[in-house]
């Protein structure tokens, strides 16, 4: 399972990396056609299900490392609450900037 993640993602991100000189060489060329929209729509989509899947991964680990430490010492569950609340902030924060360029994106500002 993990390589074929390791071998479909670099070949989806390469394609999305490939996709900056294609709009501009188009936009030069005198339009904005339906594929240029389309290739922007699916970008966009893209950012945000890789920043979902891996954001959602990361809370998760960082959940069951925490809860597994309470399970382990119930009276350091004051001491843990704190940091990991900060942590899934953080982490959502990355989802969150990854919806934002995605928005730039497609609206294209």
Do not use: C, H, W
């Amino acid at each position: 399972m993990l390589k074929r993640i390791f071998t479909v993602v670099p070949v989806a991100m390469m394609a999305v990396a490939l996709a900056g000189p294609a709009l501009a060489a188009e936009a030069a060329a005198g339009g904005e056609g339906l594929a240029v929209r389309g290739l922007l729509a699916f970008s966009a989509g893209f950012a945000i299900a890789i920043a979902a899947a891996f954001g959602s991964l990361g809370q998760s680990k960082g959940l069951a490392a925490a809860l597994e430490g309470i399970a382990r010492n119930p009276a350091a569950s004051g001491k843990l609450v704190t940091p990991m609340i900060i942590g899934l902030a953080m982490i959502e924060s990355l989802v969150i900037y990854a919806l934002v360029i995605a928005l730039m994106i497609v609206l294209k500002l």
